[in-house]
DNA sequence: ATAGTTAGTAATTGGGCACTAACTTTCTCG
DNA sequence: CGAGAAAGTTAGTGCCCAATTACTAACTAT
């Protein structure tokens, strides 16, 4: 997941993925019926870690204090897993090379693990579809950030944790 | 723009370029010292597109008018140059990659470009933090969605244009 | 006519990369 | 203990692709 969440699908080796991992580079293949299967995987896990981080992070809670949880937890993975932010993008723009591949299962994986973000996300907030909404569009505004490496403090930081608590700032 | 946007920076070999743009591919390298100065000058064409797209839609107008034309004006986007949408992720993806090779030009490019679009925004949105903040992260929640390929009419885009417009839908 | 620039192409090269084949070591369990 | 499966490895193949070289044709200024 870190070496795709760097380069992306096609600008990771799976040598590179075998390095890190600690086995040789064949034996992927063995383990995987092929690169994309590799991708598949780590995208699904990424998702997955997602909804239940923010599951955990809401759990016994409701409405504002849930949102504030989950924003505080996504928070958290931004300085301690920021690969996992990058994998995020990388998934969603990897569906656009997929399809025009001619592999439509791809996106269609992505876009059913999102859904259910979204609907976890839904849920745990109340199922206020404008909330939900503005929750989601702060975490890709975040991810995006973090992808482009603004650093913490830099004015396109300024109100976005939070979108009920403008003025705050993320720390590094 | 095009070919990038679909396979990104390391998914679109020069030669697709030539073919589309028409020229035999080492040409390209007689135009451009390289394959990352294409991809560069593609994402600069590309902010610049945006920055602009936003000025014209809010000339003459102010606030809450001012923000529900710019609105709009993206939207008129998503459905007439969808490939636009996918360069700015391919652009957003490709710092940290460029970052790792040992290029830090690329990052600051992008971080000036994109900087130079949020100070557009907040002037044409009368400074307003919070609300800037706010039209960018709907900004960055439906370019997720493009590019993931979520159909219109699909929930995850329930309530997404306009944060103060909340039950709307994107046509078609 | 001479000299030089502009705009292009065909052919090639060298390196990287996904994937395969075949062989070796290390568990597991009757 | 011993046989078979599980868990690996080394070596190699063929393809793709960025970049280079060397060449041509059409203008343009002197």
Redesign the pocket.
């Known amino acids: 997941m870190a070496e795709f969440a760097r380069g992306g699908?096609?600008?990771?080796?799976?040598?590179?993925?075998?390095k890190r991992v600690?086995?040789?580079?064949?034996?992927?293949?063995?383990?995987?019926?092929?690169?994309?299967?590799?991708f598949l995987a780590a995208a699904q896990r990424c998702i997955e870690d997602t909804i239940r981080t923010f599951e955990e992070a809401a759990e016994g809670l409701e409405g504002e204090a849930a949102l504030h949880a989950m924003g505080q937890a996504y928070a958290e993975v931004i300085v301690e897993q920021p690969e996992r932010v990058l994998m995020q993008m990388q998934m969603y723009i990897t569906v656009g090379a997929a399809e025009q591949a001619g592999d439509s299962e791809f996106g269609e994986v992505v876009r059913a693990g999102w859904t259910r973000l979204w609907d976890t996300v839904h849920l745990l907030l109340g199922a206020d579809t404008g909330r939900t909404t503005g929750f989601m569009a702060h975490g890709m505004l975040i991810n995006s950030l973090v992808t482009m490496g603004f650093p913490p403090g830099h004015r396109v930081w300024e109100s976005v944790n939070g979108p009920t608590r403008p003025g705050g700032r993320i720390e590094p």
């Open positions: 699908y096609y600008g990771t080796s799976t040598e590179a993925i075998a600690g086995v040789s580079q064949p034996y992927l293949f063995r383990l995987f019926p092929g690169k994309k299967a590799i």
